[in-house]
């Protein structure tokens, strides 16, 4: 089968994906793959000492998916405020899904799901979306973005 995506210089970041065909609403489009690492082994690597875990997903409560790799090409994958697509699976079989129909040639993005907290000005978000609301915080807290700036400024 042909690959749904190619990998594109991005307008939100240095690379990205795109749909290299039309893509029907509810479609896998590539693996999210990686390497399993225990908890342990993440809270020692200094590659992940941050509260944002961007290439990290929870697999249980002993060990985390690292996709940190280059074989994994889904982590090209932006972040926008207003995705096309979603992380979906469980355990190491991790998708990436169309959440609507997809034209040939968008970027692909999902929503990376970041918890609001004090840093959030380290993570800004240059998505363009009309809805973009500056930082790459999960949809449920970008409120908490406009109180805070309006608290400190
Ligand atoms: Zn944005």
């Given amino acids: ?16 994906l795109v749909a290299s065909k039309d893509i029907k609403k509810g479609t896998k489009i590539i693996a999210y793959k990686g390497k399993l690492i225990s908890k342990k082994e993440s809270e020692k690597n200094p590659k992940f000492d941050n509260s944002k875990r961007i290439y990290l997903f929870e697999i249980n409560k002993r060990y985390d998916l690292d996709g ?19 992380v979906v699976g469980k355990g ?15 970027e692909l993005s999902y929503d990376y799901g970041f918890s609001f907290d004090e840093d959030f000005r380290d993570y800004p978000c240059k ?7 500056g930082y790459i ?12 700036l309006r608290v400190n400024r």
């Fill in 68 to 86: 940190d790799f280059n074989f994994n090409t889904a982590r090209l994958i932006n972040h926008s405020c207003n995705p096309n697509c979603e």
């Fill in 137 to 148: 915080v999960k949809q449920a807290s970008r409120w908490r973005i406009k109180k805070s």
């Fill in 1 to 16: 089968m042909m690959a749904l995506y190619k990998i594109k210089k991005s307008n939100i970041d240095n690379k990205g």
């Fill in 127 to 133: 998505c363009n979306s009309k809805n973009c609301c």
């Fill in 92 to 106: 190491l079989k991790l998708w990436i899904e169309s959440i609507k129909d997809i034209k040939k040639g968008e």
